[in-house]
C-alpha cells in the first residue's frame, strides 16, 4: 500500500508550528483611555493567578486518567502482522499511528525517507565432522501450540544478520565465547588460529555487530552468533514460561554506523547526496564477512563437535550443556548468505501539540514503530505507552490545558537497522532543534517485565526521581514506582553514552537534554518470533498496569519540562559525573606521561557556575509578586536559555577522533561495544590505543584529548553561567 500522508516534495510540506499571521493593516492612532486597559490587565492577572487551574492540577489530572484497555488495544493492533522496516505491514502500522494521532485534533505529518536496508536473499548453514552425517539446519524458529499468529507467521522476516556480507565460507569452527575483543586476545594467548576459520560466539555483553567485525579483524571468514540457554532459558521455555524457547533465534542488525549508510554526516532528503550501495557496504561500520544468527539448540549441536582445549569455567553452559572446547575443528560449518540491500522508503510519524508561551521551545517525546517480528515488546509496548499518553493529553486539553512549550511527539521508524529514522530527522532539523529544543524523552521497549531502568544526562537526574515518586507502582498499589526502581537492581541512573537507541542523535550529535527509560530492563524472546501480545499478555504486563505506568511517567515528565516556567533542571549531579570520570582516567594513566591538571581546573569552573546558577534558582524558587525576576520575563528567559544550553557546549563540531559523527565529549559509546556508555569516550579511545602500542606520541595523544574535554568543560561553565571571558 501506497505510504500514508506522505509528502514527498519537501518544499510542499507546511509547518508542524505554525507561523504568526500577517500583521493587520496600519491604521491612525488613536488616543485611549488607560483605565480600562490597566483593568483589563488586572483581571487577566487575577484569572492567571487565583482562576485559572495551576499546571499542577493538569499533572494530577494526567495521571489519573490512565487507561489499561486503550494501551493494550493499541498494542494488539500494532502486533496484528510483523512490520520490518521498508515493509507494507509497517506502512499500515504507521497508518494507525497517524490516525491515532489525528483524531486528537493534533496537527499530524509522515516524513519519508529513502534509506539503505538489508533483507536476506538466501541462507544455508551445514556442520560436518569426520565420522557423522551432515546436519543441514533448518534456521526456522517454529511456532508454538495454538499460536495465534500463526496464520501471519509466514510473513516474518528469515532468521538473518542485516547488512552481513555476502558470501560463503566452509571452514573449522572455532569457539569464542562472547566475541569480545578480549575472548579473541584470549583465544590467540592460546595458541588458537582462528585466519580463515568460522567463528561461533554466543549473545550477549556486546553488540552483535561488534562480536561480527572483532571475528573479521581476527581473521574469521564468517561468524555464527547462538542464543545460549545458560543466558537465555534458564527457565521455562515459551509458551509455558517466559524464556526463549529452543529454536528461537534473536535477529538483528551488525551496522555499527548510525543513520542512513547512503549519507553518513547528512540527512537523507529528496535529492540528496549518497554514497553507492557498494560504497556503503564496503566502510568500516560494515561487518564485512557473512554471518548468520542460530537458536540454542543449533548452537549445542555445533558446539557438542568442537574440540580442543576446554574453554574456562566463565565460557561454559549452563547445567546440562556439552563441555565448550575451543577448537579449531574437527567440527566444519558450511555457511552461506546473500544479502539484498535495497533503497527503501521509511516513515517518521509526527504530532504536534502547540506551546501557549513560548511555542519556539521543543519538549520531544520518542518512540519507534518498526520490528523485527511481531514487536509487542521491542518497540511496541513504548508506541501503544505513547498514544495512550497521547489520549490523555487530548483530555487535558478539551479541560482548558495548553502547555507552556511545544510538546512533540515523534514515532521513529528503521530504527533497528540502525537508529535511521530518528538520525535522519535530527540531521535534517538540526539548526532547528539545536536553537529550541529543550529535552528529548526516549522509550524504546516500554515494558518487558518488572523493575525500572532509566538512563539521563545527569542534570535530568533529579526531575527522574521526583516524577517516579508521584507514579503509582503497577505491581503494589500501597507504593509508588521510585519504591519499585529502588528495589530493582538497577537502581542508579545510567548514562546515555550507548547506542543502543534513538537517544542517541539527541544526546551524542547534537548535545540534546535526553531521558531513556522503561519498566523491565532484559528479556529472553527479544527480536525473536515470540515477542508477540500473547507474550506480552502472559509475562511481560498481564493486566498492562505497567504500560500506564510506563505512560504516566513519561508524560509527567513532559508536562514538567513543558509547563514549569523555571525549567526543572539541576546540573550538581553532573559535577559528579565529571568528577567520577576524572578519577577512572587517573587510574588508568598512573606513571604514564599524562597531565589532568587541565580536566580539573575545568571541572572546578563548572562546579562555580553549578554555584551560580544554583542561587539564582533559589532566589526564583522564593520570589513574591511585585520581584523584579517576576517583572522581567527576559531574565527568566535567559535563565532558561543557559540551562538548556549549556548541555549543546559539551560538544565539540570535529566530534571523536576517527569518530566524527559523535560529538558530545563527555558521553558516547565504547569503541569496541556500541550498547555500552563511555564518560570522555575520546580519552577513553586513546588510552586503550596508548595500552596497545606504549609510544610517546600515543600517549601524547591522551594528553591532547584530555585537552579537549578541558576546553569544552570551560565552554559549558561559561554558558550555564551566561558569562563572558
Not at 562480536?211 to 521455555?237: C, E, M, Q, S
Not at 509487542?376 to 495512550?388: C, I, K, Q, R, V
Not at 499518553?389 to 511545544?406: E, V
Request: hydrophobic content about 40%; glycine content about 8%.
Amino acid at each position: 500500500m501506497a505510504p500514508p500522508h506522505v509528502e514527498d516534495d519537501p518544499s510542499t510540506r507546511t509547518p508542524l508550528i505554525a507561523a504568526p499571521p500577517p500583521p493587520l493593516p496600519r491604521r491612525a492612532a488613536a488616543w485611549l483611555h488607560p483605565l480600562p486597559l490597566l483593568v483589563a490587565a488586572a483581571l487577566a492577572t487575577y484569572y492567571h493567578l487565583l482562576v485559572a487551574p495551576a499546571p499542577s492540577y493538569y499533572h494530577s489530572l494526567f495521571l489519573s486518567l490512565g487507561s489499561n484497555d486503550t494501551a493494550a488495544a493499541h498494542l494488539r493492533a500494532l502486533t496484528a502482522r510483523p512490520h520490518l522496516a521498508g515493509t507494507e505491514a509497517n506502512a499500515a502500522a504507521a497508518e494507525h499511528v497517524v490516525s491515532t494521532l489525528s483524531s486528537l485534533s493534533f496537527p499530524t505529518r509522515v516524513t519519508p525517507y529513502s534509506v539503505l536496508l538489508s533483507y536476506p536473499a538466501h541462507r544455508s548453514l551445514s556442520l560436518s565432522a569426520p565420522g557423522r552425517a551432515t546436519t543441514a539446519f533448518a534456521l526456522v524458529q517454529d511456532t508454538y501450540a495454538d499460536d495465534p499468529n500463526a496464520g501471519v507467521s509466514a510473513e516474518v522476516v528469515p532468521t538473518f544478520l542485516a547488512y552481513s556480507a555476502s558470501g560463503s565460507a566452509a571452514a573449522e569452527a572455532v569457539y569464542a565465547n562472547y566475541g569480545r575483543a578480549e575472548d579473541y586476545a584470549f583465544l590467540a594467548s592460546r595458541g588458537v588460529n582462528v585466519t580463515g576459520k568460522v567463528a561461533i560466539a554466543r549473545y550477549g555483553k556486546v553488540y552483535r555487530g561488534d562480536k561480527v567485525i572483532n571475528a573479521r579483524l581476527a581473521g574469521a571468514a564468517a561468524a555464527v552468533i547462538y542464543t545460549d540457554f545458560k543466558d537465555y532459558t534458564p527457565g521455562k521455555a515459551f509458551p509455558d514460561g517466559p524464556w526463549m524457547p529452543p529454536t528461537g533465534v534473536q535477529v538483528g542488525s551488525t551496522f555499527k554506523g548510525v543513520g542512513d549508510p547512503t549519507t553518513p554526516m547528512w540527512p537523507s532528503s529528496e535529492g540528496c547526496e549518497r554514497v553507492s550501495i557498494a560504497e556503503a557496504m564496503a566502510s568500516d561500520d560494515m561487518p564485512g564477512i557473512p554471518a548468520l544468527p542460530v537458536s540454542g539448540r543449533d548452537g549445542e549441536e555445533i558446539l557438542q563437535l568442537i574440540g580442543g582445549d576446554m574453554a574456562p569455567e566463565d565460557w561454559q553452559g549452563g547445567e546440562g550443556a556439552p563441555v565448550y572446547r575451543l577448537g579449531p575443528g574437527p567440527a566444519v560449518l558450511n555457511l552461506t548468505y546473500t544479502g539484498n540491500e535495497t533503497m527503501a522508503t521509511i516513515q517518521n510519524v509526527i504530532a504536534v501539540i502547540e506551546g501557549k508561551e513560548e511555542p519556539d521551545r521543543y519538549v520531544i517525546l520518542g518512540n519507534h514503530r518498526d520490528a523485527w517480528t511481531f514487536g509487542a515488546a521491542d518497540p511496541n509496548s513504548g508506541t501503544a505507552a505513547l498514544l495512550e499518553l497521547a489520549q490523555r493529553l487530548s483530555k487535558l486539553q478539551n479541560k482548558g490545558w495548553r502547555p507552556r512549550r511545544t510538546i512533540i511527539l515523534c514515532n521513529w521508524d528503521a530504527e533497528e537497522y540502525g537508529l535511521i529514522g530518528s538520525t535522519e530527522w535530527v540531521e535534517e532539523n538540526r539548526a532547528m532543534l539545536t536553537s529550541k529544543t529543550v529535552a528529548y524523552l526516549n522509550v524504546d521497549i516500554g515494558v518487558c517485565n518488572s523493575g525500572v531502568d532509566a538512563s539521563a544526562t545527569p542534570q535530568l537526574d533529579e526531575l527522574l526521581k521526583q516524577a517516579s515518586k508521584q507514579v503509582p507502582n503497577p505491581d503494589n498499589g500501597t507504593e509508588s514506582l521510585y519504591d519499585m526502581w529502588m528495589a530493582s537492581d538497577s537502581s542508579l541512573i545510567g548514562r546515555l553514552g550507548g547506542g543502543s537507541s534513538d537517544y542517541s542523535a539527541f544526546v551524542q550529535h547534537i548535545g540534546i537534554p535526553s531521558v531513556d527509560m522503561s519498566i523491565g530492563s532484559d528479556y529472553a524472546v527479544y527480536h525473536s518470533l515470540y515477542d508477540d501480545f500473547t507474550w506480552m499478555e502472559k509475562y511481560g504486563d498481564p493486566m498492562f498496569r505497567r504500560h500506564v505506568a510506563v505512560a504516566s511517567m513519561w508524560g509527567l515528565l513532559a508536562l514538567r519540562l513543558s509547563d514549569e516556567e523555571i525549567l526543572p533542571f539541576n546540573y550538581s549531579s553532573y559535577v559528579a559525573e565529571l568528577e567520577k570520570g576524572a578519577v577512572g582516567i587517573n587510574e588508568r594513566v598512573l606513571g604514564m606521561p599524562v597531565s589532568l591538571s587541565p580536566l580539573h581546573k575545568s571541572i572546578k569552573e563548572f562546579d562555580r557556575a553549578v554555584l551560580k546558577v544554583d542561587s539564582e534558582l533559589e532566589v526564583l524558587q522564593t520570589r513574591n509578586f511585585w520581584s523584579p525576576w517576576r517583572n522581567n520575563p527576559l531574565k527568566v528567559r535567559d535563565l532558561n536559555d543557559r540551562l538548556m544550553m549549556t548541555e549543546r557546549a559539551f560538544t565539540e563540531r570535529e566530534g571523536l577522533s576517527g569518530r566524527p559523527w559523535y560529538k558530545h565529549m563527555i558521553y558516547g559509546p565504547s569503541l569496541y561495544n556500541d550498547y555500552g556508555a563511555e564518560v570522555y569516550p575520546g580519552v577513553d579511545d586513546a588510552i586503550q590505543t596508548a595500552k596497545k602500542t606504549n609510544t610517546s606520541e600515543s600517549w601524547q595523544s591522551v594528553q591532547h584529548e584530555i585537552h579537549r574535554i578541558a576546553r569544552i568543560i570551560s565552554q559549558a561553565a561559561l554558558v550555564l553561567s551566561g558569562q563572558l571571558t
